[in-house]
């Protein structure tokens, strides 16, 4: 009888020890899921700045984003978020949306880079994507810049005093037709197409290689052209075609809407001055008489 009961208290004690081990277990493999999700959804929601005042160069207001309306409810999403973080200087952000490919990442990037000349900071993006316990994603995105912030204000106040005498100008023409060649004709005026090395080119891929020095290549006339046009409040964007081997045939330029119908202009082709004066071979051309010497990009406006 003793040995039954000297078993049964050990068979007790074992039972009682490995409950306690169980519940030990159970008590940290809960505080690590809890750590870990908290890790995972600690993620901040990029917001707009309440105050215009609160951004330190541009505010990305009252800006036609064309391009932002052909993505999807997701990349819209994302489209935002990256805009915000690069208007805010941040160095990362987690996005909100899961399972967006490398290809969808790439067409919000571009499109924001179409549709904000005035973000002529972002350089590039990196994506980083984390599981966690198989269950949770989240996507980090890290941003790089062309300029620091210190820089952009810099430039900024350099570049301000050239673009706010074109548009200062521009708003006393009589009509949007006026409007639209004065902005066309100025930009010539101020700058000469830079042929640049293949180290050079991104010292003019925005808008502040044709207010600052006026020596510029076709994105700059494009980005300078959008960025006015936005502060005028008449719809823009900017076309292009990438599809080049060569990259150095890539080009750049813009559509305009004019009383309810969209037009051509490149800038950059009629920047040559003859005996009569500027040219207008491309100025407020439509699409079957555009498009015989150049690339239609695809999802571009159509009357």
Same mark, same amino acid.
């Given at each position: 009888m003793r040995e039954s009961k000297r078993g049964e208290n050990v068979k007790g004690k074992v039972i009682d020890i490995v409950a306690t081990i169980v519940c030990i277990a159970s008590i940290i493999w809960g505080m690590y899921l809890c750590f870990f999700y908290k890790v995972a959804d600690k993620t901040e929601v990029v917001e707009a700045y309440a105050n215009i005042e609160d951004y330190p160069v541009y505010d990305g207001r009252n800006v036609y984003e064309y391009w932002k309306t052909t993505l999807n409810e997701d990349q819209q999403i994302l489209y935002e978020e990256m805009k915000e973080s690069y208007l805010q200087f941040r160095d990362t952000f987690s996005t909100q949306i899961d399972n967006i490919s490398p290809n969808e990442f790439n067409n919000v990037y571009r499109a924001i880079y179409l549709d904000h000349p005035e973000i002529f900071w972002m350089d590039s993006y990196l994506t980083i994507k984390t599981l966690t316990n198989n269950v949770n994603t989240n996507r980090e995105i890290d941003l790089y810049y062309?300029?620091?912030?210190?820089? #952009?204000?810099? =430039?900024?106040?350099?570049?301000?005093? %050239?673009?706010?005498?074109? =548009?200062? !100008?521009? %708003?006393?023409?009589?009509?949007? &037709? %006026? %409007?639209?060649?004065?902005?066309?004709?100025?930009?010539? !005026?101020?700058?000469?197409?830079?042929? @640049?090395?293949?180290?050079?080119?991104?010292?003019?891929? *925005?808008?502040? *290689?044709? &207010?600052?020095?006026?020596?510029?290549?076709?994105?700059? @006339? #494009?980005?300078? &052209?959008? &960025?006015?046009?936005d502060q005028l409040g008449i719809k823009t964007i900017c076309t292009h075609d990438i599809s080049n081997e060569d990259t150095s045939k890539n080009h750049i330029w813009n559509m305009v809407e004019l009383y309810g119908k969209w037009y051509n202009l490149d800038i950059t082709w009629d920047n040559k001055k003859d005996s009569e004066g500027i040219i207008y071979d491309y100025f407020l051309k439509d699409n079957d008489e555009f498009y015989t010497n150049h690339r239609m990009q695809y999802g571009i406006p159509t009357n």
């Open positions: 062309s300029h620091s912030l210190e820089e #952009a204000k810099e =430039i900024k106040s350099r570049i301000e005093v %050239k673009y706010n005498e074109i =548009i200062e !100008e521009a %708003k006393k023409q009589d009509n949007d &037709f %006026k %409007k639209i060649k004065y902005v066309h004709d100025k930009l010539i !005026e101020i700058s000469q197409y830079h042929d @640049y090395t293949e180290e050079e080119i991104s010292q003019y891929q *925005s808008i502040v *290689s044709i &207010f600052e020095t006026g020596n510029t290549v076709c994105a700059g @006339y #494009a980005y300078g &052209f959008k &960025f006015i046009m």
